[in-house]
């Protein structure tokens, strides 16, 4: 069965489902069969089931080709939407896991065919189809196809010149709308700024206000703050309101101020109403604040020029400038933006920075800088540039972005309320941007629909310091719907299309006649030859004189035709000659056979009658043959004859040599276990001696040992004589100075005693001066008991040293008896390590003995292994003697029953009269 055998509908129906479910059934084997029903349920939407049939045709068919169509279609299927949904429903249980029953319900909704089946279905219905058309349809076929072709490519390439000049076209529009709002909109802000601080620079000059003086500063302040507050931007306005009015000294500390902030009620609000006068409130903050660690404003008093430029200001100089709630945009979850980079999370200061367009210009009085004017705009939640843009120019989408965060759009957020701020933007996008400084243009999906935006760059002050250095703070960004571009398109498309269609039917129109023109002529050649075909005789075409290749077809045909005719009838004439021959053939060898038939009893006298003709030959061949097999049949008696008398003769010698083989190969078996046994006795000798020479070398090896180990115990008895005589003189040393320190002690107890009496006598004396010498009296007293406690120190000393002198006299006495001793023992390990030397030269002149003893035996111990060897070489031959003795008597005795077997044979022929 093949794969074209069945057609199904494109949409199969439950009864056809059944149908393959019961032919897979009864054919498990049938891969076609299973694949197709795999399809079907694939179609109906019952991807499960048809995942495991494509998965069984896979194992079943690996390599081949069923099993790689099955495979194709397993992989499209587990891509598909319809596999996701379906596996997502099986309750967490893998789809390997789910059981499959033919009998279950088997409707569900259409899911795409496999490609692989689908193209090969497809190419065999086409093939089908294609066999079945007359000439004149596949000439028009043709006809049609070739003539369409070229005019469905360039439709199709002036189609896409159109939609590439008019995409090129919307890229260009793109990059002056972006221009447009990133000069016009976004930086406009900045220049307003700039004319505002030139005014206020120019009044403080012309005041002559030394910003550095506060009492100058005092008396011209609420001028300065009225004149401020005067530049407020009206309702009318289409001006951006600015944020920050300061008028800073020369130290970058505000002595004048107007500042106000975004009201909250203009936060956020929805993407549809347009927020063109937005709501501002004061803040009031007490002067003296410090901007001067503000890069731009250290840069512009450094070097004293008006700087500009979209600023990125952390969260620290917003508060202190009351700016923090307007700038502070809560971040997104990644669910919902882009994941950022570290380095963008770090700038942005987790949300709570903010784009400031700022302009700081420097005030000179005499030459001299004295202060600044600051004149700043938030970009945070200011969506006046993005309404403005859309109202005015037509523009549906813009944003701002403070590096790759978004700070204000027109875009709706996907709760369908509010503006979708706080957002990032893709990282690809962001690291061309910011990264490289160059405009990114690319399609993007807002609200469900498509859109062709444009990113461009936004600058710091940098990119009037350092141009080459300064990197982008910030972006803008503007689309539009691509759905007009698809309309232009659309109409491009159809006004081609329909030229080519008008085209291809003109074509088709004419490709008709052309075709029956040339199908008339080939459908008679085509009935000719069918005639021919069926046997019919005297068919010709007429009209064959044509010049074209008809004519010439036509005529070669009727040449063909004849010629045919001609062969036939010959043919018929010669198969009647042979069928005559092969008769006669058959009556000549059935003779033969007659003649020769006792040739098969082996009589070999019989002569075949030779005649004229094939048979004679082979009767001639075949005397021939019997002649030279009677000859070979008499030589074969003869030598046979002569083969079993000397078979008989030998039969006697060949049994007496094997016999005695047999005694020779014994004797010699005997003298080789003698042989083994006087070896294995001088291995077990060779094995002792060798044992015994161990031993004595083991023994050597201890004496030496021992030799060394008493060299390092004389040395250590030398080492432990000098130690003591060392500890024994350090004794006396201590001993002598023991002796000094009594003396010391009886001195020192003398000068006591003697204090003792003097404080005594000066205690007495004080006593006699009455009130005059108490005071007297009383050192006496203190220094006649400092002299008691040192005369009983001094006893406690004594006492001491006397103990000392005692234990040293013990430790001398205890010294020299050690000495002596050690003495003694320095002598005997000396006699000790005599004996042992003495005991080792022994030692090593019996293992010398040994050594010899031990290589003589185990010479001895190879030569009598060489004779084992010789020996057991002389049995084997002796023992292959005999064997080959007893299969010569075998195969003489086998020759004998030969020789008479082939003689019964011989006598079986005839082959004499």
């Known amino acids: 069965m093949t794969a074209s055998s069945k057609s199904y509908p494109n949409l199969p129906t439950p009864q056809h489902i059944a149908a393959l479910a019961a032919e897979v059934e009864r054919e498990p084997k049938d891969l076609v069969n299973k694949i197709t029903l795999a399809n079907a349920l694939e179609q109906t939407g019952d991807v499960i089931k048809a995942a495991a049939f494509y998965r069984e045709a896979i194992a079943q068919d690996p390599d081949g080709i069923y099993g790689s169509v099955a495979r194709k279609a397993l992989e499209t299927l587990e891509r598909s939407d319809g596999w996701r949904e379906a596996n997502s429903s099986e309750t967490g249980k893998p789809l390997s896991e789910s059981k499959l029953s033919l009998g279950e319900g088997l409707e569900s909704t259409v899911s795409p065919q496999p490609l692989m089946l689908r193209m090969r279905v497809a190419g065999s219905r086409i093939t089908n189809a294609w066999q079945h058309f007359n000439f004149r349809t596949k000439l028009a076929i043709v006809l049609i196809i070739s003539t369409a072709l070229p005019i469905v490519v360039i439709t199709q390439g002036i189609v896409t010149v159109t939609r590439d000049t008019l995409l090129q076209k919307a890229r260009q529009s793109l990059q002056r709308d972006g221009s447009y709002f990133n000069e016009d909109y976004v930086m406009w802000s900045v220049d307003e700024a700039q004319t505002e601080a030139d005014t206020i620079a120019r009044l403080v000059e012309t005041l002559k206000i030394d910003l550095n003086s506060q009492s100058q500063v005092s008396a011209y302040r609420q001028q300065l703050q009225t004149y401020m507050e005067s530049l407020k931007v009206s309702d009318e306005s289409d001006s951006v309101e600015k944020n920050l009015r300061i008028v800073t000294d020369a130290r970058g500390r505000t002595v004048a101020q107007y500042i106000q902030t975004l009201s909250p009620v203009s936060f956020n609000p929805s993407a549809e109403q347009l927020q063109l006068s937005p709501q501002y409130q004061p803040v009031s903050l007490p002067l003296g604040i410090n901007v001067a660690d503000i890069p731009i404003v250290q840069n512009a008093l450094r070097t004293g020029k008006t700087l500009q430029g979209m600023e990125l200001w952390k969260e620290d100089f917003l508060k202190r400038l009351g700016q923090d709630k307007q700038a502070n945009i809560r971040l997104q979850s990644p669910a919902q933006a882009a994941q950022p980079s570290t380095a963008s999370q770090s700038s942005i200061d987790g949300g709570k920075a903010a784009l400031v367009g700022v302009v700081v210009h420097p005030i000179e009085i005499d030459n001299r800088v004295v202060g600044t004017v600051i004149v700043a705009s938030v970009e945070n939640r200011n969506f006046l540039n993005n309404d403005s843009l859309k109202q005015r120019v037509g523009i549906p989408i813009s944003a701002v972005y403070a590096q790759d965060w978004r700070i204000s759009s027109n875009i709706p957020a996907s709760d369908g309320k509010t503006r979708d701020i706080g957002t990032r933007s893709p990282q690809a996008i962001a690291a061309t941007v910011l990264g490289k400084g160059q405009e990114v243009i690319a399609k993007t999906t807002i609200a469900g629909a498509e859109y062709l935006g444009i990113y461009l760059p936004l600058y710091d002050h940098q990119q009037e310091l350092n141009p080459t250095k300064a990197k982008p703070v910030g972006m803008t960004f503007v689309a539009r719907p691509m759905s007009e571009l698809d309309e232009l398109l659309a109409q491009q498309q159809k006004t081609a299309y329909g030229i080519g269609a008008g085209m291809l039917l003109i074509a088709a129109l004419m490709a008709i006649p052309i075709a029956s023109t040339f199908a008339r002529p080939l459908r008679r050649l085509a009935e000719f030859a069918q005639a021919v075909g069926e046997g019919k005789q005297g068919e010709r075409l007429e009209n064959s004189q044509r010049g074209d290749e008809i004519g010439i077809l036509a005529r070669q045909l009727n040449a063909m035709t004849a010629n045919i005719e001609a062969n036939l009838e010959a043919m018929r004439t010669s198969e009647t000659r042979q069928r005559q021959e ?268 040994l050594q010899s003893i031990s290589v003589r035996t185990v010479s001895q111990a190879d030569n009598s292994c060489m004779v084992n060897q010789t020996m057991q070489t002389v049995a084997a031959i002796a023992q292959t003697t005999s064997t080959e003795s007893a299969a010569v008597l075998s195969t003489l005795q086998e020759l004998l029953e030969v020789a008479r077997e082939l003689q019964l044979s011989v006598s079986r022929f005839r082959v004499e009269d």
Do not use: P, Y
């Open 582 to 849: 092969k008769e006669r053939l058959q009556r000549g060898m059935i003779n033969l056979l007659l003649e020769t038939e006792t040739v098969k009893h082996g009589d070999l006298t019989v002569r075949a009658k030779v005649s004229q003709g094939e048979t004679g030959a082979i009767s001639d061949a075949f005397n021939t043959v019997i002649a030279s097999l009677r000859e070979i049949v008499l030589q074969v008696k003869s030598a046979a004859e002569q083969v079993q008398i000397s078979a008989v003769d030998s039969e006697a010698s060949v049994e007496k040599l094997a016999c005695e083989a047999n005694t020779q190969a014994e004797t010699v078996a005997e003298a080789l276990t003698s042989v083994e046994e006087m070896e294995q006795s001088i291995q077990a000798i060779a094995s002792s001696a060798q044992t015994a020479a161990t031993i004595a070398r083991q023994a050597l090896d201890a004496a030496q040992d021992s030799d060394r180990t008493m060299d390092e115990t004389v040395n250590s008895m030398e080492t432990l004589r000098a130690n003591v005589w060392e500890t024994t003189v350090k004794a006396k040393r201590l001993a002598e100075s023991s002796q000094e320190i009594s003396k010391i002690v009886s001195i020192i107890s003398t000068i006591s005693e003697k204090t003792n009496v003097l404080a005594f006598n000066a205690a007495i004396e004080a006593t006699r001066a009455g009130e005059n010498g108490k005071g007297f009296r009383l050192v006496a007293n203190e220094v006649r008991r400092l002299a008691e406690r040192v005369t009983d120190a001094t006893k406690e000393i004594d006492r001491l040293v006397r103990t000392i002198q005692q234990g040293t006299s013990d430790v001398l006495k205890t010294m020299e008896v050690s000495n002596a001793s050690v003495a003694i023992g320095t002598q005997l390990v000396t006699r000790t390590k005599t004996n042992l030397q003495d005991m080792a030269q022994i030692g090593q002149e019996i293992d010398q003995l």
